[in-house]
């Protein structure tokens, strides 16, 4: 997903100043398709999976995770 900046602007983030164009965008995120199980695989050298909750469909999740 892009987010497009719709004026000339600046963002400050503490001691950040970030600017961005009338026009540019940024890259705010990107979608991947796992199992649960494959997730968890794929987290695990950083992270453990605590808690996991999923729509009436089993289609989405969104898990809490720990740092081990």
Excluded: A, C, P
Excluded at 12 to 18: F, K, N, R, W, Y
Excluded at 34 to 57: C, G, H, N, R
């Amino acid at each position: 997903m892009h987010l497009i900046s719709l004026r000339n602007q600046l963002v400050v983030l503490g001691d950040t100043e970030i600017s961005f164009k009338k026009g540019e965008s940024i890259l705010t995120e990107y979608s991947h398709k796992y199992t649960l199980e494959e997730f968890e695989d794929t987290v695990s050298d950083f992270f453990q999976v605590e808690q996991v909750w999923m729509d009436k469909e089993n289609k989405f999740s969104v898990q809490y995770l720990s740092v081990r």
